[in-house]
C-alpha cells in the first residue's frame, strides 16, 4: 500500500479468497483493504493516538439523509453531548482533492451540522472550522486535540 502523509501505525491484517483485509477498530472487524480504506484507517489511528479522541466518540462509514438521497460518510468524531464534532472525508491517494471533494462534505453537513472538517488522501490534509453565523468556514492547519 501507498506510504501516506501520517504517522506509522501498526495495523492487523487477514487474507482470505484472495483479498486482504484491515481490522477496524472502531468498527471491531475485518474490513477488504481499498486503497480508500486504508487511508481511513489512518485517520482512524491518527484522531486516537495523536489527536486523543476516545474511540467511543467516533463513528465510522455509516448512511445518512442528504435531500432525500441516501449518502455514506468516512468518519464523524461525536462531542460527549452527542453533537457532531468532526466530519472526515477519506479518499484514495490517487484522488486529487478537489472543489467537488469540497462539495460532497459541505452536502453532507447540511445534515450533520458539524464544528469542523476534514478532508485527506492520506497525502494532503485539509482543516476547516464552521462559521454557522456569518455562514463561512475558516481554514486552519490542524483540528484541535481532544479536550
Avoid at 504517522?7 to 483485509?21: D, T
Avoid at 491518527?46 to 468518519?75: A, H, Q, W
Amino acid at each position: 500500500m501507498q506510504k501516506l502523509n501520517f504517522p506509522a501505525y501498526q495495523f492487523r491484517f487477514k487474507s482470505s479468497e484472495n483479498k486482504v483485509s484491515i481490522f477496524d477498530r472502531i468498527r471491531k472487524k475485518f474490513i477488504v483493504l481499498t486503497p480508500e480504506e486504508w487511508v481511513r484507517q489512518h485517520i482512524i489511528s491518527y484522531l486516537i493516538d495523536e489527536k486523543k479522541y476516545p474511540e467511543s466518540l467516533i463513528n465510522v462509514e455509516k448512511l445518512i439523509k442528504v435531500n432525500d438521497l441516501s449518502k455514506r460518510y468516512d468518519v464523524i468524531v461525536f462531542k460527549p453531548n452527542g453533537d457532531i464534532f468532526l466530519i472526515v472525508e477519506c479518499k484514495s491517494h490517487s484522488v486529487k482533492i478537489t472543489q467537488e471533494v469540497f462539495d460532497q462534505i459541505a452536502r453532507y453537513n447540511l445534515a450533520l451540522n458539524a464544528e469542523y472538517l476534514m478532508i485527506t488522501n492520506g497525502l494532503n490534509h485539509y482543516y476547516c472550522q464552521m462559521d454557522y453565523m456569518d455562514q463561512r468556514y475558516t481554514f486552519l492547519k490542524d483540528i484541535p486535540n481532544y479536550k
